[in-house]
Structure formats: structure tokens, C-alpha cells
């Protein structure tokens, strides 16, 4: 049998979602394989098996000194019956795409930060607390990947995202108990919109650095994108709001620390995504995730009973300060940074919703 080279496309969620099916091949059929990540690497980095099998699709002579004896095989979890009939999830998809044994429970993706990843975190997540007085943080990714920027409009053909008033009604009413940090590569003025509170905004940062605040915040709140991947991953409380796509298919609604609520139960109509494009479903699903007070009452009752249930107070992680004048043993102390990579409601332009 000749070595096996899995090439990995898609977001960064997707990547995380292999995870679990590449650990089993390795244990279950071969040690002689690699991957090639057309999605970027940075899910595979510190993975103990992964790790040094993981190649940049541009790594320099990839193809001359490894594809070239190598069969090439790309899973696509949407082309499986099973996961386009609501029968697994994206990670049972790739496993069966990948080792061929149906559906089956898998272990989580096995994400490992580093300590500096996790300092940061940490770090960022008391700075915020001490800027807004909260004790208590939730991380909230409102948009997905196929969110659109059109002048002063945010639009989302793929009926995955929250729509912007309904983010900001949903930031007031969370900033009466926590604070808030939005998981976002737009920026917002949020005290234009009427928010008593700063809204924490980090730029710039890596996904790797996004997975340390979540693994440092107390509760998660998504839709359909890669944060809900990163907290499952990190065994953290999320509440994850579905639009056009099935929680059975991209989320984990069976898994104690989620609470799965649904806006398209009975209204949306599958998307064959990656097989061929389908204009009357996605024209049915669009604007799915329009809500109403209500509703957004309903998604902030579920950020208050998961982190009812599951709060715990974050460990400290802080060494006690040395007085000066006192003397210092080794090789002395290495402070942390006083500021981690976190803006506090960065001014921009106001933005409004696309109506339907």
C-alpha cells in the first residue's frame, strides 16, 4: 500500500473537524501518511502525531520529494450521504471519508495551546474584566465566513450570521451581567449604538490567539463558524445559534456543554454545499436568522443557564509580586505584558443592516 497524502481544504473549521479522523488512521491503518493543508496549518501546530505531518500546500518541492510516490486524497465530508442526510457531523464526515468505518463516535479535535497562548489569554481576559468591572467574560462570534461588507450594509447569503441589530440588541442586554469580547474581523462603534459598556474588540490576531481567549472566557456565543469548533475542542460552554445549516451536521447538540438553538427548524431546506449550487434553497434560506426581542431574550437565558451550571473561577495563574528591594533568586522574573492585544470600542463608521 502506497503512503497516503490527505489534502485538507476549507476553513479553519473544517481543519479542526479532521482532526479526530486523521488520529484514527494512524492508529487504526498507517503511520505513513501526510497532510497537505490548502486551509493553513495552524490547527495541526503543537498536535503530538499531526504536527510534523502537516505541509503548507506551497512547502518547497512537496510535490517532487513527497506526492510524487504518494496517493493524493482529498475527503469532502459534504459529499457523504450520511453527513447531506443529517446522519453524522463534519467530523464523522471526514471519517468516513478517511478510514471507511461509517459512522461512529469520535473523541474531541485535540487542540493544544502552548503556555504562551494560554498566558495570553488569560492576560487579555483580566485586562477586559478590569476595564468593564464584569467578572464574568463571554467571547461572541456573530458572523461566519460568508459574511459581506456592501458600503454601510452587512449581508449573509448564506443565512449563517447574526444580522447587526440583532447583535447589538444581544450585546446591551449580555453587558447587564458580563463582558462582552467580539470575535470578529470587522469593527464596530458599539457606544454609537447605545452600549453603556465597552465592547472589547481584539485586531490583528491569530486564530491560534482566538483559541486562548476562548479557552480562557468563561462562556462562548456563536453561530455557525469556527469559534463553536475551537470551545468544543477546549471543553467550554457555548450557546450556538443555527441559521441555514443543521446543528446535526455543524455543531454538537448531543454534547452536555452546548445548547444548540435552532432558527431554521422547519423553515430552511439543506444547501448542497461543495456538490453543486442550488439558487431556490439558498434563496429560501435567506434571512433565516432574523429574530425579535424575544428571541434574542431566549439566546441570552441560554448564555445565563450554561454558565449557571458550569462556572467556575478562572485558577491564578499570576506569580505574587517581588517588593523592591528584596533579593531575587535564579535568574529573576520575567513579567508579563501590560497590554495583550486588545482594543476597546474602536471608533468605525456605524453599520446597518441589509433589509430583506
Request: negative net charge; proline residues 5%; hydrophobic residues 35%.
Amino acid at each position: 500500500m502506497r503512503p497516503k497524502a490527505f489534502f485538507i481544504n476549507g476553513g479553519a473549521g473544517r481543519v479542526l473537524c479532521s482532526i479526530p479522523a486523521l488520529e484514527k488512521y494512524a492508529e487504526e491503518v498507517s503511520n505513513d501518511f501526510i497532510i497537505v493543508c490548502e486551509g493553513g496549518t495552524d490547527f495541526y501546530k503543537g498536535h503530538p502525531l499531526l504536527h510534523s505531518r502537516a505541509y503548507d500546500v506551497w512547502h518547497k518541492n512537496l510535490f517532487q520529494e513527497k506526492l510524487i510516490n504518494m496517493d493524493i486524497v482529498s475527503p469532502e465530508p459534504y459529499r457523504v450521504w450520511e453527513y447531506y442526510n443529517q446522519k453524522c457531523n463534519l467530523s464523522q464526515g471526514f471519517d468516513i471519508e478517511i478510514n471507511q468505518k461509517g459512522v461512529r463516535e469520535l473523541h474531541k479535535p485535540t487542540l493544544k495551546l502552548n503556555s504562551e497562548e494560554i498566558a495570553n489569554g488569560v492576560i487579555t481576559l483580566n485586562e477586559v474584566r478590569a476595564k468593564t468591572g464584569k467578572e464574568k467574560v463571554v467571547i461572541f462570534q456573530p458572523f461566519g465566513r460568508g459574511i459581506q461588507q456592501k458600503e454601510n450594509m452587512i449581508v449573509d447569503p448564506s443565512g449563517r450570521s447574526f444580522e447587526y441589530k440583532h447583535v447589538v440588541g444581544i450585546i446591551k442586554k449580555l453587558q447587564k451581567k458580563y463582558a462582552v469580547i467580539l470575535m470578529s474581523e470587522m469593527q464596530f462603534n458599539f457606544e454609537a449604538e447605545g452600549c453603556t459598556a465597552p465592547v472589547a474588540q481584539p485586531v490583528g490576531i491569530s486564530l491560534r490567539q482566538w483559541s486562548g481567549l476562548i479557552a480562557a472566557a468563561d462562556h462562548f456565543l456563536g453561530c455557525d463558524s469556527v469559534g463553536q469548533h475551537i470551545a468544543y475542542a477546549l471543553n467550554k460552554t457555548a450557546t450556538v445559534v443555527m441559521g441555514s445549516t443543521f446543528g446535526e451536521n455543524v455543531s454538537y447538540p448531543d454534547y452536555e456543554k452546548f445548547d444548540v438553538l435552532d432558527m431554521g427548524e422547519g423553515l430552511r431546506k439543506y444547501s448542497p454545499i461543495r456538490v453543486c449550487p442550488d439558487e431556490e434553497v439558498d434563496r429560501n434560506n435567506d434571512g433565516i436568522m432574523v429574530m425579535n426581542d424575544k428571541i434574542e431574550d431566549v439566546i441570552v437565558e441560554s448564555v445565563d443557564k450554561m454558565i449557571k451550571q458550569f462556572y467556575t473561577k478562572p485558577s491564578n495563574m499570576f506569580i505574587p509580586k517581588i517588593e523592591s528591594g528584596l533579593p531575587q533568586q535564579g535568574c529573576g522574573i520575567h513579567q508579563p505584558p501590560q497590554q495583550a492585544f486588545v482594543e476597546v470600542d474602536k471608533p468605525a463608521n456605524k453599520i446597518e443592516i441589509a433589509k430583506k
